[in-house]
Each structure stands twice: as structure tokens, then as C-alpha cells.
């Protein structure tokens, strides 16, 4: 490009090399693609990574802790039955302070279909500062107490940056600006895209520019996931595939999205039970649990067994054990 | 497209007019390779032209939640719906219907449908002060006749339903002359309907809702059991189409579904018949289904002053709402919930 041979080419980028080196001051999370670094201290990096709560246990247990930072997570499922919600819930409890298990986070939330409805997030915010109070008042800690006079429904609210993305050039676009937004607003723990495959599954008789343009959409969230600590949360449709003797439900966007998130969960219905199956997932085995949406957003079907460190173990996912079995 | 309006650098501009490049749209749709490779531009170039038009199209469109809550104003506010007429039904849905987006009432026949609509179409017509949007309606049948007859008899009795309206006001509207009634028995007159009559009734404000009346007997000829691919396809064209009209007109669109089963994917194994029930139902909003089934409540002395008619309005599907239910009669002057 700037027109010097390919040996003179090899000889600049050695002697860049060798300066990057030997900065000293090279952070951990930089984009160098020269950063060598062994198995062990990428494994432990991972494992200190937060994990956003659901609010529903047994949710939280089959991804190994909630959803985790760095990874993209995709939730498919027919409409209705509570992608949005489980969304919603994600934007408020991103928030949480740390002295209640939270990793004090901030939302992003793309809405591609018009189904972010502020009034059910005010309820589910509600309900969580109301969660946060009562342990607050059982532990009479400082730091609990200190941190809520900040976490309030104002400020929940507040630190939810919401877009509303009417096509699929606009969500192109909104994502190339991600990048810049998320510098700007470092405390950012959370990108949520309600839904995905919205904006993609009319207006395209060209199949493979299609497949391009969702590929390279993949390609930039995951480079945003890990560059700015966050989690990526995407919602997608169910389609019908029609085979020889009958029809299943299978996500949509066909095969090769299949590849582009890390996490994979399938929400469905056993009559009038709802279901979330652990799909995909490079660490968590499959699992299905039971799930509700109560007047207080995502949640458990029993409230969980209740042991003498209950409050504990359920806010601070970061202090549980890890087991070996869970690896 | 101008690019010398557009904050670049010069050597940009002339490769984007020298590759012939049109829209903003044509640059997106390629990836940053491919633009390098026909700009003939370094990759920093690239990223930094992607970031400008980006910004051209997303500048401003970042609100809080907070800003979205504490949004008052009418023409803009999430707060702002559609009022049924009745605040019982109202309160089963918090306000009425959602001004942006497709709702879907489904139900068996005689259920109720068709006066739920016809509500609607006066119920758009009062102020914003009464739950109105201050505007007219579209009506468009695609089977049955235009039930006018009926729309007089609601029109006559308007003082007796909306009691919480003064009567000057009632008596100031021309209720009749702001609904527009179109026919459309197949595909293409529907198609033409949406993408002219309508879009030309909403760009000059005359219309605030629109009804489809039913969207069902539309698909139900035309398409054999083989052709499921196709139906899809246009199912999602015009899902899309409408969808993108509720947006940009903030008005509501609702269309009646006439299927006299509604399986709500209580699929067994991941199992469903190929009814495309899920092709429409991912371009919904809301999913509210009427029935005539009398609940087992019924007995307990809810409905033991209706003779007969009571219905139920339920909620399928709602991101705002729980799955609930209430009841309602059909008298003289329109549909009325039961308390």
C-alpha cells in the first residue's frame, strides 16, 4: 500500500514488534494481536469474569452463573414466551452494586421491533431495588446501605441507553457507533439486541448478502464483548423447518449464525410450563430448567430452597464454590 | 446522494463518486474489504467513512429509559395508547392498544371481533384528553361486507357508551366521515391498499388506525399445503410493510385473525403442524383472543345478570402485560366489560 517491498515490509513490522514489547505499560484487555499469553492465564482470566444474575436460580446454575461477561449469549424462542422479559431483566441487573453480587454495569439496549415497553421495566427495576432493601435491612452492612442511596429506579432508569433501530441499515449502522458509545460510557456491562433476526428475515431476495452482512455484524459484537468487558445479549425468532415426516422449530437465520454466539438458549413451552434449555455452551452441559415471568419480571417456579446463607449464595454468584462437576 | 455535504475527507468523496456509489445504504450493505478493494482506500479510510455515514443516520438517537418513562407529551410518549371505550377493557390491557405495532385479536366466529374493531374506529376519533388519537380509522375487509348498519346503530348510542365524554363534544364529531372503508379479496388489491390507499390516508394524517378485517381469509384460498415456503414469504413481506407503517405513523394496526383453533405452540417435541401460525405470530405485538366459551367462573355469579353473551377477552401475548382475562357483553351501544 505505501509501496515498499515485501522484505522491507517484514523489517518494519519486526522492529514495531519488538517496541511493543518492550512497553511495559501494554494492558490486558488492548486489541494487540501480537499479546502471547499461556493457557492457564487466559483460563484464569475467564473464570474471574463477572456474570450477570437472572434472577432465576436454576438459570443461573445451568450457564454456570448467569450470563457472562465477554461471551455472546443468544436467546431464541416463539413469541411470547419471554425473551424480551429475560432482556429487560439482564438491563436492570447488570446494575446491581457489587456489595449485592452485582458487577455495577451499566445497559446498552438495541430494539429492533418495538417491544420495549418502559412501563414493565419500571416494574421489574422496582421490584429489584425492593429485592436489594430487604437484604439490605436482614444485614445491616455499611456498604449495603451506602450502595443504596444510589440504586434507586431514578438512576436504574437512567444508566439504560435504549435505540430504536427501524431496519437493518439503521442496526448496521448503530452497531459501527457502538464501539465509540461504549468508550464514552466505560461503565457499560451489558449490550442487549431485541431481536436479531427482525430487521433480517424480509427485504432480502439475496440470501448470501444476507448471510455476509449478519456474519460481519457477528464478527463485530464479538470483538465488542471482549474489548469492552461485556456482555452481549441477542434475541432471535423461531422458524418452522419442514422435514420429510414433520415440522420442528429451529432458530432462525439459518446454519451459519448458529456459529456466531457462544451461548445458546432455547426458551419453549411444556403446555402452559416454560422452559429454557442450555443449548450451546463451550463449558455448561445442556440442561432444561422451568422459568417464570411474575409481576416482578424473570424468575424462579419455587422460590429456591432456602438454607441459612441464602441471601448470600443467591446474590453473590462470585462467592459460590466452584464445583468440579460444573467444569 | 450529496458526499460534499458529508464531513469527509476529499480524497473519500471523489473515490465514492468515482466508484459510483449512490446511498449510504450501498455502503453498509458491503463489507470493509470489499469497499477497500473498490474505493481502492486504506482500511483506516474505510472505518472512518463507515463511522461518518453511521453517524449521519444514528445522530440523536439515543434516549435513557428514564427520558422514555418520564415522557409526557402525546405525540411521543409510550404512555399514550388507544383507549377501547370501556375502562374495564382499558384496564386489562394499562390504557388500551399500543400505538406502535401490529395487534392481533383472534378468535372463533361471532365472538366479537368485528364490534371490538368497530369500536376502535370511534374510539380513534375522540381527543387525546378522552383516550382518542384525535383522528380517523381505515377498515379494510377482505371478506364480509362493511357492517354499516351496525356502525350507525354504535354511532347513535356513542353518548351512552363514552358517559365520561361531555356530550358537546361527542356531538362535534362526524364519526362517519372519518372512517374510510376499503375491499381487498386477494393478495394484490391488499398489497396495493397498503402501499397506496393507506400510506396516502396516514401521510396526510386523516387516519390513526387501521383495521384489517380479516387477515386470515386472505391466505386461506390462495395457497395449497404445498406452498407453505411462498406464504411465508409474503406473510413477512407484509408483516414487514405494516409493521413499518405503525413506525413511522405511530399508529396502531389491527387485524383480526379468524382461525377457529389457536394453539399457542403448546407443541409436543418441539412438534407443530406447518400452519405458518409462527411466521404471522413473530410479526405481532400483541395477541389478544376473544371467545365465547363461558369460563367455569361463570357459574360463581360473575355473569348471572348477562343473559347468555358473555365473552371473554383474553391476553396471549403482550411484553407489557401478563397473560389475563376479562369479560365483556355486546349491547346496543357497543362492547362493555364486566367488572
Not at chain 1, 147 to 174: G, K, M, P, V, W
Not at chain 2, 231 to 238: I, R, S
Request: charged fraction near 20%; proline fraction near 3%.
Amino acid at each position: 500500500e505505501i509501496g515498499i517491498s515485501k522484505e522491507e515490509a517484514l523489517e518494519v513490522l519486526q522492529v514495531v514488534r519488538k517496541e511493543c514489547h518492550s512497553d511495559a505499560a501494554r494492558t490486558a484487555g488492548g486489541s494487540a494481536a501480537t499479546r502471547k499469553c499461556t493457557a492457564l492465564e487466559l483460563l484464569e482470566e475467564e473464570q474471574a469474569q463477572g456474570f450477570i444474575i437472572t434472577f432465576c436460580s436454576a438459570l443461573d446454575n445451568i450457564l454456570g452463573g448467569g450470563v457472562q461477561l465477554t461471551k455472546i449469549t443468544e436467546i431464541c424462542g416463539a413469541p411470547g414466551v419471554g425473551k424480551t422479559q429475560l432482556c429487560m431483566q439482564l438491563a436492570v441487573d447488570v446494575q446491581i452494586p457489587e456489595c449485592f453480587g452485582g458487577v455495577a454495569g451499566e445497559a446498552v439496549f438495541i430494539d429492533t421491533e418495538g417491544s420495549f415497553m418502559v412501563d414493565r421495566l419500571v416494574d421489574i427495576a422496582t421490584a429489584c431495588v425492593q429485592h436489594c432493601q430487604l437484604i439490605a435491612e436482614a444485614h445491616q452492612e455499611e456498604d449495603h446501605l451506602k450502595a443504596l442511596e444510589t440504586f434507586s429506579l431514578e438512576s436504574i432508569l437512567s444508566h439504560i441507553y435504549y435505540f430504536r433501530c427501524r431496519d437493518y441499515i439503521e442496526l448496521l449502522a448503530q452497531v459501527y457507533l457502538l464501539p465509540d458509545f461504549l468508550s464514552e460510557h466505560s461503565k457499560v456491562r451489558l449490550v442487549v439486541v431485541d431481536g436479531i433476526a427482525f430487521p433480517f428475515r424480509h427485504d432480502f431476495e439475496d440470501l448470501s448478502l444476507r448471510t455476509r452482512l449478519l456474519n460481519g455484524l457477528a464478527q463485530q459484537l464479538i470483538i465488542i464483548a471482549n474489548d469492552h468487558k461485556s456482555a452481549v445479549v441477542l434475541t432471535n425468532q423461531m422458524t418452522t423447518r419442514i422435514g420429510q415426516n414433520q415440522s420442528i422449530l429451529v432458530p432462525a437465520l439459518g446454519e451459519s449464525w448458529g456459529h456466531a454466539a457462544t451461548v445458546r438458549l432455547i426458551f419453549h413451552w411444556d403446555n402452559s410450563q416454560r422452559l429454557a434449555t442450555l443449548y450451546k455452551s463451550p463449558s455448561q452441559k445442556e440442561s432444561t430448567i422451568p422459568y417464570c415471568i411474575t409481576s416482578h419480571g424473570f424468575r424462579d417456579v419455587q422460590p429456591p430452597a432456602v438454607t441459612q446463607n441464602a441471601e448470600g449464595t443467591e446474590m453473590n454468584p462470585r462467592k459460590r464454590p466452584r464445583r468440579e462437576e460444573e467444569k | 446522494m450529496d458526499w460534499d455535504q458529508f464531513d469527509l475527507n476529499p480524497k473519500v468523496i471523489a473515490a465514492l463518486k468515482k466508484a459510483d456509489i449512490k446511498s449510504i445504504k450501498e455502503i453498509l450493505n458491503l463489507s470493509g474489504a470489499d469497499l477497500q478493494r473498490l474505493m481502492k482506500l486504506s482500511s483506516a479510510d474505510i472505518q472512518c467513512l463507515l463511522k461518518t455515514v453511521s453517524l449521519t443516520l444514528r445522530r440523536n438517537s439515543m434516549l435513557t429509559a428514564l427520558q422514555l418513562y418520564q415522557d409526557k407529551d402525546h405525540l411521543t410518549s409510550q404512555h399514550q395508547k388507544l383507549s377501547l371505550g370501556c375502562s374495564v377493557l382499558d384496564n386489562l390491557l394499562k390504557g388500551g392498544i399500543p400505538l406502535v405495532g401490529i395487534t392481533e385479536l383472534a378468535g372463533e366466529s361471532s365472538a366479537g371481533k368485528t364490534q371490538i374493531s368497530l369500536q376502535l374506529c370511534l374510539c380513534v376519533q375522540y381527543p387525546y384528553k378522552y383516550g382518542g388519537l384525535d383522528s380517523g380509522a381505515v377498515y379494510i375487509c377482505t371478506e364480509d361486507v362493511f357492517p354499516s348498519k351496525r356502525l350507525q346503530q354504535l354511532i347513535d348510542q356513542q353518548h351512552k357508551l363514552r358517559a365520561d365524554v361531555p356530550a358537546e363534544i361527542i356531538q362535534k364529531i362526524k364519526f362517519g366521515n372519518s372512517i374510510f372503508v376499503e375491499h381487498a379479496a386477494d393478495l394484490d388489491a391488499f398489497h396495493n391498499c397498503i402501499t397506496k390507499r393507506i400510506s396516502l390516508l396516514l401521510t396526510r394524517g386523516m387516519v390513526r388506525l387501521v383495521v384489517i378485517d380479516s387477515i386470515a381469509a386472505l391466505f386461506r384460498c390462495e395457497f395449497g399445503a404445498s406452498d407453505s415456503v411462498m406464504k411465508a414469504q409474503y406473510l413477512q413481506t407484509f408483516g414487514a410493510q405494516l409493521h413499518s407503517l405503525s413506525t413511522r405513523f405511530r399508529t396502531p394496526i389491527m387485524c383480526i385473525n379468524q382461525k377457529s383453533v389457536m394453539l399457542l405452540y403448546s407443541a409436543v417435541d418441539n412438534r407443530v403442524s406447518p400452519a405458518l401460525g409462527i411466521t404471522w405470530a413473530n410479526q405481532l405485538l400483541m395477541r389478544l383472543m376473544v371467545s365465547r366459551i363461558s369460563p367455569p367462573e361463570q357459574s360463581s355469579g360473575v355473569a348471572s345478570h348477562h343473559t347468555g353473551s358473555v365473552r371473554t377477552l383474553r391476553v396471549v401475548f403482550a411484553p407489557h402485560l401478563p397473560q389475563s382475562f376479562c369479560y365483556y357483553t355486546v349491547k346496543l351501544e357497543g362492547v362493555k366489560g364486566i367488572r
